[in-house]
């Protein structure tokens, strides 16, 4: 689950997702990320590690709040894998393509984000970074239908060899 620099967790739930990196009121222009929903026991491992946990506000009078954290995706030196399933095909996503995910129905993501520790003037913490991510993606019934294997770059879910 929880070390000082790595965090898996599997069946998340993602929230906040700005793969594309859109600018807006909460988001500077190119910067790409997305938030995670924290389980209880990670959360608490987390913030006594450092990590920049945060609540989400709970929505009824009695509920506890929920934990989350946000998630940088950066290409750079040392960019994220990230991987699209369907039932037939498995898709590296990369910077010219993970922007998709924006608008993606989910149906699992499993993922492992890597916690860098920073400090600036005096204060420190540590911010997530996206390492690992494997999303399979909810198909409708025509999505089904016409499935065809990728024979392509990507191959198809039986001729996978990693």
Avoid: C
């Avoid at 600018?23 to 209880?40: C, M, Q, T, W």
């Avoid at 590296?92 to 520790?117: K, R, S």
């Amino acid at each position: 689950m929880a070390d000082k620099k790595t965090v898996t967790i599997e069946d998340a739930q993602i929230v906040f997702r700005n793969f594309k990196g859109a600018e807006d009121k909460y988001n500077a222009a190119g910067a790409r990320n997305f938030s995670v929903i924290l389980p209880e026991d990670v959360a608490e491992q987390m913030l006594a590690d450092g990590w920049n946990v945060k609540e989400l506000k709970a929505r009824d009078e009695g509920d506890t709040p929920t934990p989350y954290v946000q998630v940088a995706v950066k290409y750079g030196v040392r960019p994220p894998r990230i991987t699209m399933l369907t039932s037939t095909t498995r898709t590296g996503l990369g910077e010219d393509t993970v922007e998709m995910l924006d608008y993606a129905d989910f149906e699992t993501v499993d993922l492992i984000i890597t916690g860098y520790d920073w400090e600036v003037n005096g204060k420190t913490g540590t911010k997530a970074y996206l390492q690992t991510m494997f999303v399979t993606i909810v198909e409708d019934e025509l999505d089904a239908k016409y499935a065809v294997p990728d024979e392509g770059a990507h191959g198809n879910l039986g001729d996978i060899d990693e």
